[in-house]
């Protein structure tokens, strides 16, 4: 698979702003933007996280979603506003066709522009989405169909415009994609050997390698309620 090339169709960056029932600051509302952006190690210069505990850093650089989910969403919820579906609702800065969950590994590493990014973990949903499309479930429902997308760190800062291309240079861990990772994580959830070569699976982000020790310590799954219900 090196070398399998994808085009940058949209690029995307945000603003914080009053959201949610308690009006906390969200910028999951992402908007194309033309011209070149640069990269650094927080991802687009542009871009604002308001939540940094849960979003942005060295490990959540930048996240890629893909394109093609829309069109499911839109087939198996036609109660979600079109106008809200659209590139960018998921909170995403990077958006392609053909490159989804099941082809994606921990430690991809993608010449980026003239930047250089790795795949460091999914993205686990939240609330938010409960919010940003009015359907209560939509988080739960998300986490469920394992298109969440993922999150890139910056391994070499630089630009990158529309129209560029994404293109994978190494893939350290085949057979580690984030399909069978959403299957550690949500389905399959205490198979220790799958979550002791989690927990040492150097090119994972750290908060999931820790997820991982905690599990095999713990021997039970995190409550997730926190994340996936809306606060009232």
Known sequence: MANQSYILETILTGKSVPF??????SAIAKKPVSGSLKV???????DEQA???????????????????????MH??????????QV????????TTGLQEKDVCIGDVFRFGSATVQVAQGRQPCWKLNVRFAFPKMAATVQKSGRTGWYYRV???GSVKQGDELTLIDQPNPDWSLLRIQNVL????????????????KELASNWQELARKRLSRLEVEDWNPRLQTPV
């Open 20 to 25: 949610g029932p308690k009006g906390q600051p």
């Open 40 to 46: 650094t190690n927080l991802g687009f210069v542009d």
């Open 51 to 73: 939540d940094p505990r849960h979003h942005g850093g060295p490990e959540k650089a930048l996240h890629h979603y893909a394109r093609d989910h829309y069109s499911a969403w």
């Open 76 to 85: 198996e919820f036609p109660q979600i506003d079109p106008a809200v579906l």
């Open 88 to 95: 960018g609702a998921f909170g995403e800065n990077i958006s």
């Open 155 to 157: 391994l070499e800062e």
């Open 186 to 201: 949500y389905v399959d959830m205490l198979n220790l050997e799958n979550l002791q070569a989690l927990a040492s699976l």
